[in-house]
């Protein structure tokens, strides 16, 4: 295994939708391997592909379930089938450092999509699970926090990427 580099604002793979996965076979076993020791390394709690360079719909995810117990997931062609509530949880994003914002999102879903051996797969999510699953779902579709911010907030962000603000991030 070994760590990828995790793509930044406003690198243009952040803003691409990613194309379904044809093929789940040593390749996509390595770069899933790959994307769980990097979200890992960096104390993730979810990764998309094209976070690595990689326009494939796929995510990773690693967050506490109920009863604290953690879930590790790794889902492919992810489909969201069903969703209702609504829940707002402040959200960060390994692409976008130092820029956090609360986001509306649904507080349950249930998505479907494929395993890691390429089983179909169906999952019921709520509250923290919901929420990263959307999350890296939007970066699936091009979509990032900061598109989900205000104009003021998008403005601040840009402006201290500008001044080059280590805290938020690589100058562009």
Known sequence: MSLLRIRTYPEGILKKKAAAVKDIDGTLQRLIDDMNETMHSASGVGLAA????????????????????????AVINPV???????????????????????????????I????????????????LLATVIQHEMDHLG??????????????????????????????P
Do not use: M, W
């Open 80 to 110: 969201i089938i069903e969703s209702d509530g609504e829940s707002s949880i402040e959200e960060g994003c390994l692409s976008l450092p130092g820029f956090r914002i609360n986001v509306n999102r649904s507080a349950r879903l249930v």
């Open 142 to 171: 091009g979509v990032t926090l900061l598109d989900h911010a205000s104009l003021l907030k998008r403005e601040a962000y840009l402006k201290s990427l500008k001044k080059g603000d280590a805290a938020a991030g690589p100058k």
């Open 50 to 73: 094209t976070q690595v360079g990689n326009s494939q719909a796929l995510f990773v995810a690693d967050v506490p379930s109920e009863g604290e117990k953690r879930l590790v997931i």
């Open 112 to 127: 479907k999509g494929y395993d890691r051996k390429g089983k179909e797969l169906i999952l019921e999510a709520r509250e």
